[in-house]
């Protein structure tokens, strides 16, 4: 008897190293298949069991890393193996960017591990979720983005908080020789002009005063950390330490609990709003409130990733556009010339008129410069999809369900097979031609542009965000000279959380252009 149940132990403990045996052979396999559909690229070993481990814990950096294997790569695309077996398919190729997200969008889905990632943070907000929760949120979103109220987010909110508060902040910082961190004005002006046309409610965080941003500092540390799960290559450490409440998932949650009690208390007083009969307005939030949805904890789910959509992307993408103007002089005497020629600030005390809806739109070269800033700086620095069913790629690659395939549009900015030779210059006239009426903006293909991202996750906010970009640099720069405040040479760095940050912000002293031109 005791020889019977010593042998069921020992079956029972080698039973699992056999089925992991099993795997990695089968996995092997695929893989060998998978390498000869693929142009040939010197990866790193990968090992048994735990993939590309180690080459991937011996870099400083690993975005860039993957950024220059992919430049490299003839093909494209190539596969980095996870520990375990699980395969992560990376890829700048505008064909296979445009079978997984809109060609076969079915297939390739948010998958279970990138929800339960962001789920402390952003739970079942529209960036998080699938199926009808998803196609009810984006429709409900949508009225936010029509013709009407582009208008009066332009005309209303963006003009009071350039002409009220970022000038009067910027003049102050000309007149005091003062050092500004312009990615911090930039993400408080973001925050309060989203807060205001979303929820109807003004945070003032662009108040002259500069008040703490204690919501803004969580509001990064979430962001951080989530970024973080994601990169691990073993996910189970950072589950223990939630599980564990210790490290940095400790900080995490105290992070979202910040996050979580400011966007609840501006749905209760919304709800409130609506129940006194107060409330007349047409903004996002009240319209969830109005279908019936009164679910607070989903409410506030979707405050949180309308907060990470028009704070963090729009900031991150005026912070390089400054700081690139500020290196091309050529690209800054245009949007000056532009400036002038539409009639932008004729008056810098006064605000623009009426018109100010059509004059930022008709903004082309402006456009460009933003467009060519968000090649060479994406706010959202990489994408990943999650195969639901086994697939194809186009050019050949198998991909087994629960794959990822992860789209860098950082690395597609840099890649000469796609911008030409001068990829690693900024030119706004890249995005011109000659028209009938002078200047014309040409669109590239978004599966080579994916900055907007492609197919029905098509970026709603797209135009109100061009719009509120523009309105920023016509305030700005008709009136002042942004003038990096670091030594010469010094580059800043892009650091790839799940928006783009510079890291340390981007330090700045503000002149104003009649004491030097």
Known sequence: MVELTNFLLSLLLILPSFLLLLIIIKNDSLRTRQNRNQTQLKLPKSYPIIGHFIAVSQQKDTFQWITNLLISSPSSTFILHRPFGLDSIQTVDPNVIEHI????????????????VLRDFLGDGIFNVEGESWKFQRRVCSYEFSAHALKEFVEKVVDFEVSSRLIPILSRAARDRTVLDLQDILERFTFDNICKISFGYDPKYLDPSLPNPEFAVAFEEATMISTRRFRSFFPFVWKICRFLNIGSEKRLKKAVFTVREFAMTIVKEKKQSIINNCENSEDLLSRFLKSGHSNETLLTDIVISFLVAGRESTSAALTWFFWLIHKNKEAEKEILKELKNRGKQGNKTEHLNSSVFEQVKQMVYTQAALCETMRLFPPVPVDIREAVSDDILPDGTLVKKGTWVTYHPYAMGRLEKLWGVDCAEYRPERWLEEGEDGLKFVPRDACMYPVFHVGPRVCLGKEMAFL????????????????????????????????????????VMIEERCQVE
């Open 101 to 116: 997200l809109k060609t076969e969008f079915h297939v390739y889905q948010k998958g279970p591990y990138h929800r339960s």
């Open 468 to 507: 509120q970009m523009k309105r920023v640099v016509a305030g700005v720069l008709s009136r002042f000279r942004v003038v990096p405040a670091v030594a010469d040479g010094v580059e800043p760095v892009y650091v790839p959380y799940l928006t783009a940050k510079m890291h340390g912000g981007f330090p």
